[in-house]
């Protein structure tokens, strides 16, 4: 009975205001009414806005959550890998698979190695030891002032191992660590004192590598991402190395505030890149397209964009940005076969090619086996709640921006079309910048840009045309052995750049 009226009590308190939830029951003890405020405040919760909601599941951009986008670096370069973090994704290292389970939650930069516990081998986090690196290195400054050993006398006849590969399963099956394996090895190797200092190192990372092997957790950047594609599948990114697209960026002025016109056929790399330095909430990238068909823009999942960055991505095609003399909107067909004029092939064709071409990325985009097959971009988790419907990145432009795009104009133009005619492309889009705006064209050959940039002269369109060619060089930086890379790319594309300005025509 007692229990009865508390209850009504309560229920009464909890549907009517503060003020007459004080006087209600003038009987009740002072412990009573503290509960019921307590009940009436957390009755409060589902109330709270969406946005205060939304802003308190906002992922630390700096720790992985379930669903991100994320570069695994396999033995230091020797693989790179992107996998999207799940409670089943797996990454193939050596012959097995391996959860990726332990990865969430841990900051961007982590260090795994693969280590024997109770459950088998498995990753596991650890921090490298900074000691151990400052001692080999004086150790090994060292020893090259007094090095007087060789790799002469070494014969490899596969007799110096003592340790057969019968005594390291048994290890393993003991729950012995990598570390100790490869200390066991060299312990048992005749000819391992008898070699130089470099050679032990090498001798010592091999078998690191093999027995102990590590995943670095890398975030998906414009850098890492151009890198990892350019090491495996140039083609795929019309052969666009970081140099060329950070000399791209640059020349085209891509700044916060700035509303950027893209043509983007290197399945989304430019566009991930563009929208990562405009950063959230400020200016827009437009990628604009021939034909009916956009051109995909895979890549842009991997970058973890949130729902700030991924709403201010979009697509408009080309004839609804066009304008006629008259300041109408020209007629879509008209359109379609003037932009035909000059290239290689017709847009629809060329739209079906790169569909072809960037679904076989995306299916290795976000792989996890070491031939980077990939999961399915569409299962991505956003950081952000799934409250309502969260934007994608590359939907359809508004009517309010494209009339303000017609109006004002862009404040810069971006292409990388490595199949499509440059000049064919930019004599149309320079008239949809502003003046004194910036322009940048990329392509793998010089040839087509010398062209446009023949043409853009004689028609008095824009000034300061010049061609740049990206020239990079990798050192390895260690001890007595600093030196460029012995294999490295030659070649990284020309860059066409210019200001357009006010023609008489």
């Known amino acids: 009975m007692l229990f009865s009226k508390i209850s009504n009590k309560i229920s009464c308190c909890l549907n009517a205001p503060l003020q007459q939830t004080q006087a209600i029951g003038s009987t009740t003890s002072v412990a009573l009414f503290c509960i019921l405020l307590i009940l009436k405040n957390h009755n409060k919760g589902p109330s709270m806005s969406p946005n205060s909601v939304q802003s308190n599941s906002i992922q630390n951009p700096r720790v992985t959550w379930e669903g991100c ?27 097995k698979n391996f959860s990726l389970r332990p990865l969430i939650g841990c900051p961007f930069g982590s260090s795994f190695q693969i280590e024997n516990r109770t459950e088998g081998l498995c ?5 490298p030891s900074t000691e151990e690196g400052n001692n080999d290195q004086e150790k090994g400054g060292c020893q090259i002032m007094d090095e007087c050993r060789d790799n002469r006398a070494i014969v490899d006849n596969n007799e110096a191992q003592t340790l057969t590969s019968e005594d390291i399963d048994e290890m393993r099956r003991q729950g012995v660590k990598g570390d100790e394996i490869i200390e066991a090895l060299i312990a048992n190797s005749a000819t391992y004192e008898k070699k130089t200092a470099f050679s032990q ?85 437009c990628n604009t397209y021939l034909g009916s068909s956009p051109y995909p823009v895979d890549m842009v999942r991997t970058f973890n964009f949130d729902n700030e960055i ?52 995306s299916m290795e985009e976000m792989s996890l086996p070491s031939n980077h097959e990939a999961a399915d971009p569409e299962t991505a988790v956003s950081p952000q709640s799934k409250m309502g419907k969260t934007p994608k990145a590359g939907e359809k432009a508004s009517e309010e921006a494209i009339k303000s795009w017609k109006e004002n ?71 007595s052995r600093t030196h460029p890379l012995m294999q490295m790319s030659a070649f990284g594309g020309y860059i066409l750049s210019g200001t357009k300005i006010c023609s008489s025509s």
Request: proline fraction near 5%.
């Open 310 to 361: 991924c709403k201010r991505i979009v697509r408009a095609p080309l004839c609804d940005l066009c304008l006629d003399q008259t300041g109408t909107s020209e007629k879509p067909d008209a359109c379609n076969a003037e932009l035909n004029v000059g290239t290689s092939e017709k847009p629809d064709a060329c739209n079906a090619e790169l569909n072809g071409q960037t679904s076989s990325i």
């Open 409 to 479: 104009g862009f404040s810069s133009l971006i292409i990388a079309a490595p199949d499509a005619d440059a000049w064919s492309l930019a004599k149309d889009l320079l008239p949809l910048l502003s003046y004194s705006a910036p322009f940048a064209i990329y392509h793998q050959y010089l040839q087509p840009l010398a062209t446009c940039m023949h043409n853009l002269q004689q028609g008095k369109m824009a000034i300061g045309l010049q061609i740049s060619e990206p020239w990079l060089r990798e050192y390895q930086v260690l001890p």
């Open 123 to 127: 990753l596991c986090r650890f921090v």
């Open 201 to 285: 190192e090498k001798y010592r990372i091999k078998k690191q590598k093999k027995y102990a092997p590590r995943v670095l957790l890398r975030r998906p950047s414009a850098r890492s991402i151009c890198e990892a594609y350019f090491k495996k599948y140039p083609h795929r990114i019309g052969f666009l190395r970081v140099d060329a697209l950070s000399l791209l960026l640059s020349l085209a002025n891509v700044t916060a505030n700035s509303d950027i016109l893209l043509v983007d056929m290197v399945g989304g790399l430019l566009t991930g890149a563009v929208a990562e330095r405009l950063g959230a909430g400020t200016g827009y990238v």
């Open 69 to 95: 986008s994320v570069l695994l670096d396999i033995n230091d370069g020797d693989r790179l890998v992107f996998a999207r973090l799940t409670a089943g994704s797996t990454v193939k290292i050596g012959k």
